[in-house]
């Protein structure tokens, strides 16, 4: 992790809290309610965040809906040469034939993770519908693909890395932008 | 990142490599619990299986892993290929190289044939066994599969069993074993037993019953049948009382301990049928392994990207 101060931070915990809250209600609104629903988190913060959208949601309707975790390193369309892949655990508990999905993700930024991610779920079942909720839209998009529910909308330059931070794993819980080197704006969705 | 462009051999491996590999085929083993065993992750990829010597787990497994990781893979045997016209390995290599492959899977009758692979070509290379030599994956799936069952690696102790002499289980597995923590004793007949068993970093003993009650593993080895009737053994009826794990010597196994096998068995010979078949022996849970593995293996050795970022 990069030491330094970032240039701003644009969300603190309360307006994430804030943001997920609304964002429940607006998965249940749009689906009338929650019995069809299915919550599939793309490792690491992803999946984080939709464990709190799915407490949020059993807080509003009584009971959680299911939540996967899906890591989508092998659906990646910009395998290179060796890095030092981090593979983390993909565990869908549930069939997803016919299930309205909520798809989570931190930062929407390319749009390749989510196509990745897309890819990869539909290898588990055919949902009825897949619906995207990130916690910031930061424009950039390389692919046709938007967000059914947004925390924030953060117009940023590619020179710029924002950054979701969420307990545990990170040591605060904010939503902050970074200057970064042009060479190295990989940061969030690829 | 492997520390090693090639998998040649285990004695190359460090810890930190095992271990990645390990951990990657668990996410591998979980892919081939899908309904859909499949994942792009080599999309656009060319693996050529080059397999010069006989074999069928070792192919099938490599073949099926290929296939689920969305590689084209093109499939030589050495009748089929321009070695028995007379060209040298080296040129048709060469040949091969030129039309862009990625990796090539060599088996071969002879130790060393995936070395000199890697010195004609820039493509990857993984040894699929080579001759009494090697046999890397094998050796991987073997350390995935005891993981598995205890959670570790370090501290075990393992007796690899049977015919020590001729068998490339040895000289893979033993040392992926030391390098990963865990105490290693071979057994066998004198006739069957290494030169130099300190090279391996292990002990070596002719008496198996003392041996069964102090190990986590038993790993019986095949007993060649074709070369039973030679000097080496006097019958198979006096190897199976020696050196064959039945029922009852399996009864003195420590509580927890497993067995394993590289397959193909010779059931009644050095394994028997109750033994092979009970819950302790892990020999099908080595061929499922085999498949994870050998994608990891070939993931790691070919792509792979830090979605640490994602």
């Known amino acids: ?33 929650s019995a069809n629903i299915r919550i599939v988190g793309i490792v690491r913060r992803g999946a984080t965040l939709a464990r709190l959208l799915a407490a949020e949601i059993a807080d509003i309707e009584g009971s959680a809906p299911e939540v996967g975790l899906l890591d989508i390193s092998f659906y990646r369309d910009d395998v290179t040469r060796c890095i030092a892949p981090v593979l983390h655990k993909t ?100 | 990142m492997l520390s090693v462009r090639n998998l040649i051999d285990t004695t190359s491996l460090t810890a930190d490599d095992i271990t990645q590999i390990l951990d990657t085929a668990q996410s591998f083993a979980e892919v081939n619990s899908r309904a859909i065993k499949k994942v792009p992750a080599l999309r656009g990829r060319t693996i050529v299986n080059l397999f010069l010597e006989p074999s069928t787990r070792t192919r099938s497994s490599f073949e ?19 070695v028995v016209k007379g060209e040298s390995l080296a040129d048709t290599i060469q040949t091969i190289a030129a039309m862009n492959v990625d990796m090539f899977v060599c088996r071969a009758k002879f130790a060393g044939t995936p070395h000199l692979i890697t010195e004609n070509t820039d493509a990857r290379v993984i040894n699929a066994g080579d001759g009494k030599h090697q046999h890397p994956t094998q050796a991987l799936l073997d350390l995935y599969t005891i993981r598995e069952n205890f959670g570790h690696l370090d501290g075990l102790k393992v007796a690899i069993v049977g015919d020590l002499l001729h068998s490339r289980v040895v000289g893979s597995l033993a040392p992926a074993l030391r390098t990963m923590g865990a105490e290693v004793t071979l057994v066998g007949p004198p006739t ?3 030169m130099d068993p300190a090279w391996f970093g292990c002990e070596q003993t002719a008496d198996f019953d003392s041996v069964i009650p102090d190990v986590d593993v038993i790993y019986m080895l095949r007993v060649q049948l074709e070369r039973m009737e030679g000097a080496a053994i006097p019958s198979r009826r006096e190897y199976n009382r020696l050196f064959g794990l039945d029922t009852v010597r399996a009864s003195h196994m420590k509580e927890g301990a497993i067995v394993c096998h590289p397959g193909p068995m010779n059931r009644g010979m050095e394994i028997m049928p109750e033994v092979a078949d009970a819950p302790y022996a892990k020999i099908l849970d080595q061929v499922s392994a085999g498949v994870a593995v050998r994608m990891a293996a070939m993931y790691l050795l070919l792509g792979g990207e830090d979605n640490d970022l994602a």
């Not at chain 1, 990130?134 to 390389?142: A, I, L, N, Q």
């Open chain 1, 91 to 190: 565990d869908i508990p549930f069939g997803l034939d016919g299930r309205d999905i909520i798809l989570v993700d931190d930062v929407l930024f390319t749009g390749r993770t989510v196509r990745s991610a897309m890819d990869a779920l539909m290898d588990f079942g055919r949902p009825a519908t897949i619906q995207l909720a990130v916690m910031v839209d930061r424009g950039h998009r390389e692919l046709p693909i938007r967000a059914d529910y947004v925390g924030k909308n953060v117009p940023s330059s590619h020179e710029e890395d924002v950054r979701v931070c969420l307990e545990p794993l990170d040591d605060h819980t904010a939503v902050e932008i970074w200057d970064i080197e042009p060479k190295a704006s990989e940061g969030g969705d690829r």
């Open chain 2, 192 to 194: 069957f037993q290494v």
């Open chain 1, 1 to 33: 992790m990069e030491t330094g101060t970032p240039k701003a931070t644009i969300m603190d915990e309360k307006a994430m809290r804030r943001a997920v809250t609304r964002i429940a209600h607006e998965i249940i609104e749009n689906n009338e309610g």
């Open chain 2, 64 to 82: 099926l892993a290929e296939k689920r990781l969305s590689a084209d893979s093109l499939n030589m045997s050495g009748s089929t290929s321009s």
